[in-house]
T-cell receptor
Framework: DAGVTQSPTHLIKTRGQQVTLRCSPKSGHDTVSWYQQALGQGPQFIFQYYEEEERQRGNFPDRFSGHQFPNYSSELNVNALLLGDSALYLC????????????FGQGTRLTVV | GQSLEQPSEVTAVEGAIVQINCTYQTSGFYGLSWYQQHDGGAPTFLSYNALDGLEETGRFSSFLSRSDSYGYLLLQELQMKDSASYFCAVRAPAQGGKLIFGQGTELSVKP
């Protein structure tokens, strides 16, 4: 079982650019959530996808958008990158939206210069 | 608002017992989870408490008191590999699958 996989592992972008991060959930999981983790902080919830729809959203601007595909994989898109968007972006999958145990990927380290 | 408070750092020696506390203020409450994260790695699920009391999983135990909005993670027989960040996280009814994380406690285990 591959677990949750994310790509790429590291990324460097320039201010104003756009970025797409990808996540494949653990086998058998249908729900994907995205989190942003700044250095030395806890993960902050961005949004959750289930049945190809955004089900919940955290306090993030519209520059952050996502998508879920029929195979349950997901993308996170960030437009008009700011320096403050530099962080570790984590994807978590679960079986259903209310499952108590979330499985996290290793994350994508995004650096905006 | 929603907030979770936990100590920023804890240091202990190999073989010792350490307790990491977490207090929370959230609008609604489903349960309290604990995650471990090694430097640069993925957070790993450790435990979940929905009801008051102690849950034991090997060397790790987790406790919850809903009336006090308080929980803790207890790590016994500490090993060097336990050096990591530990996060408490609340799942609230109105939030569905959303996890609200604390700032994390960095545990350093010394020989």
């Amino acid at each position: 079982d591959a677990g949750v996989t994310q790509s790429p592992t590291h990324l460097i972008k320039t201010r104003g650019q756009q970025v797409t991060l990808r996540c494949s959930p653990k086998s058998g999981h249908d729900t994907v959530s995205w989190y942003q983790q700044a250095l030395g902080q806890g993960p902050q919830f961005i949004f959750q996808y289930y049945e190809e729809e955004e089900r919940q959203r955290g306090n993030f601007p519209d520059r952050f958008s996502g998508h879920q595909f029929p195979n349950y994989s997901s993308e996170l898109n960030v437009n008009a990158l700011l320096l403050g968007d530099s962080a570790l972006y984590l994807c978590a999958s679960s079986a259903g939206t209310g499952n108590t145990e979330a499985f996290f990927g290793q994350g994508t380290r995004l650096t905006v210069v | 608002g929603q907030s979770l408070e936990q100590p920023s750092e804890v240091t202990a020696v190999e073989g010792a017992i350490v307790q990491i506390n977490c207090t929370y203020q959230t609008s609604g409450f489903y349960g309290l989870s604990w995650y471990q994260q090694h430097d640069g790695g993925a957070p790993t699920f450790l435990s979940y408490n929905a009801l008051d009391g102690l849950e034991e999983t090997g060397r790790f135990s987790s406790f919850l008191s809903r009336s006090d909005s308080y929980g803790y993670l207890l790590l016994q027989e500490l090993q060097m590999k336990d050096s990591a960040s530990y996060f408490c996280a609340v799942r609230a009814p109105a939030q569905g699958g959303k996890l609200i994380f604390g700032q994390g406690t960095e545990l350093s285990v010394k020989p």
